[in-house]
């Protein structure tokens, strides 16, 4: 591993760190980490330029000539805009084609039309975790909300009953299950098999999105009692379109990429021979830019074209659907530069040095490391990215499925109460119309409930797999 504070110093340096090279690159940790932390809460700075210059203060404070600090983040940056760019940049497109279609509200009204009562807030779990399937959350969050205000306001629900089950499964989405920017980062720095992150991630995410779903709903409305905010419901997409796609259509394509990568991860444990024409066809077909951009091309005739989309506004879709991930896109590729000054300083190296006498199983360490991150910055994606980066050496000689495990464990640590920092926290406050003290009750809690079990389920995996 290359390190910059020790080796980019001297080429005679000694290879193992000392324990005075452990306190200097402690230090700058905590120094990088606080600046950009500083930069994002004190002083509002963008995600990107904050992770921009908490890299370069890293690798400062780790003794780096600044030009290989430099070398370091563009490196990382370019590597990480490199493995995932193109998939964020897919999943965005087929999001922006489901909402702008119609299809999601089609699943949401189909769904809404077979539940009613007890079973209304399960329902509501299913929309979200269907629809925030291919969406950032934020875009999940405004897509779903004249959903959950409806339902609540013409059922006569209280909100927290209707809206945590549904906030609970776009968070799990989120965290947990690929093709989302967060766990595609990570799987990306561990170097673990897709196929089966998103087999676990789904044994792990269906168990706690009910825990910290509808059965917390529960407990929440009891703490907040509000009814729906009386206000005008933001207009549906469909309101617009005189025709829209089938349920069956909007749904067979948007799990269409999922299905494709699982395909793949069950011809690699039944076939497992690189030579057979069968698994490198499915190794094809099943990668992640494959399966995504097969969504989107059949996502033209499934949902545009139902529609009524011409040429040119399916185009125009693409585009609008392309235009708000720069912001994105830029974080996730500052964080990878982040992940990589870290990893160029030694500080990965650092780390499983002094974890490696350590009784801690490595799963709960990124997890633990993810939740500190998480909390300082506010921010799920520069958590799962920057843990990522620190955790790497651990998973060099773990077997395919521990792997997989420590990306979810990273993953679960990344949603750990949110709270003031996180753009989030105030978009769920101000939709649903509650005080800062309501959210953290409802919003935060849930959070931090879902974090922590999912943490647990695989912790316990760990153990038994």
Request: proline share 5%; net charge neutral.
């Amino acid at each position: 591993m290359t390190r910059l504070s020790v080796e980019m110093l001297a080429a005679d340096a000694p290879s193992p760190i000392t324990s005075a090279g452990h306190a200097q690159l402690g230090i700058a940790v905590l120094a990088g980490i606080a600046v950009i932390v500083l930069l994002i809460t004190k002083f509002k700075l963008h995600a990107f330029l904050s992770l921009t210059i908490g890299s370069l203060v890293l690798g400062a404070v780790a003794g780096a000539p600044l030009d290989k600090a430099i070398t370091s983040f563009t490196t990382g940056l370019g590597s990480t805009v490199a493995g995932v760019g193109v998939l964020i940049a897919l999943g965005a497109v087929l999001g922006k084609l489901l909402a702008d279609s119609g299809g999601a509200d089609q699943v949401v009204d189909t769904i809404l039309a077979k539940a009613g009562g007890r079973a209304m807030p399960w329902a509501m779990v299913l929309i979200a975790s269907v629809i925030g399937l291919p969406l950032f959350f934020e875009v999940g969050i405004v897509l779903l909300i004249p959903v959950v205000l409806m339902v609540a306001r013409r059922g006569n629900y209280s909100l927290m009953r209707i809206g945590i089950p549904a906030l609970a499964g776009l968070s799990v989405m989120h965290g947990l299950i690929p093709p989302h920017p967060g766990p595609l980062v990570a799987i990306d720095a561990l170097k673990a098999n897709l196929g089966v992150t998103l087999a676990l991630g789904i044994v792990v995410a269906i168990p706690s999105v009910i825990i910290a779903g509808p059965l917390f709903s529960k407990v929440a409305a009891r703490w907040v009692d509000v009814p729906a905010p009386d206000r005008m419901l933001p207009q549906r997409a469909s309101e617009q379109l005189e025709r829209r796609p089938s349920f069956a259509a909007a749904l067979s394509t948007v799990l269409l990429p999922v299905v494709l990568m699982l395909a793949k991860a069950l011809v690699d444990i039944v076939v497992d021979d690189p030579a057979d024409t069968t698994q490198r066809v499915f190794d094809v077909i099943g990668s992640p830019l494959i399966a995504l951009l097969a969504a989107v091309i059949v996502g033209i005739f499934t949902l545009g074209r139902p529609a009524g989309f011409s040429k040119e506004r399916i185009n125009s879709t693409v585009e609008k659907g392309l235009m708000p991930i720069a912001g994105v896109m830029l974080i996730v590729g500052a964080g990878g530069g982040f992940k990589q000054t870290l990893i160029d300083c030694g500080v990965g190296q650092m780390i499983l040095d002094i974890s490696k006498d350590w009784s801690i199983p490595a799963v709960l360490l990124a997890w633990l490391i993810a939740v500190v991150i998480r909390l300082a910055t506010g921010s799920a994606t520069v958590a799962t990215v920057s843990a990522a980066g620190l955790i790497a050496p651990l998973a060099a000689d773990m077997s395919t499925t521990h792997t997989a495990l420590l990306v979810l464990a990273i993953g679960a640590g990344s949603l750990f109460f949110s709270h003031v920092n996180d753009a989030g926290f105030w978009l769920v406050k101000e939709y649903f119309g509650l005080d800062v003290g309501q959210t953290i009750k409802t919003w935060s809690f849930m959070e931090t409930i879902l974090s922590v079990v999912a943490g647990a389920l695989v912790l316990a995996l760990s153990l038994i797999l």
